[in-house]
């Protein structure tokens, strides 16, 4: 890769660990297909941390509290359905140096007319 920044590619197997921002429906439905392929959630992440303190017996954090507990080769997911925040939550995660962020767009394939 060209550029000043160089992003390693990282493999996702059994020893991933995923965070999922939001601690709602489209995170309910990442959460479980993730478990439904033998992968890890070791976290979910939302504004709403104080309120809820686990999800589906995950524990709830906030932004802050990911990046102190969580290393940067775990892969967050954004889950939230207001589409205009998804580039907003993506920058939060790459200012405290995360790289691997993927954006869902579950919600959208209920909309979807056969």
Do not use: W
């Not at 033998?38 to 932004?63: K, M, N, T, W």
Request: charged share 20%; with cysteine.
């Amino acid at each position: 890769m060209k550029g000043k920044e160089q992003m390693q590619q990282q493999k996702i197997g059994a020893d991933s660990v995923f965070a999922i921002y939001g601690a709602a429906t489209t995170g309910a439905i990442i959460y479980r297909n993730l478990v439904q392929q033998g992968l890890q959630v070791g976290c979910f992440i939302d504004r709403r941390y104080a309120e809820i303190d686990s999800y589906f017996d995950v524990p709830v954090l906030s932004v802050e509290e990911f990046a102190q507990k969580f290393d940067k080769n775990t892969i967050v997911i954004v889950a939230v359905k207001n589409v205009f925040a998804h580039e907003n939550i993506v920058c939060r995660f790459i200012e405290y140096g995360y790289y691997i962020v993927a954006v869902s767009y579950t919600h959208l394939r209920a909309h979807e007319t056969p």
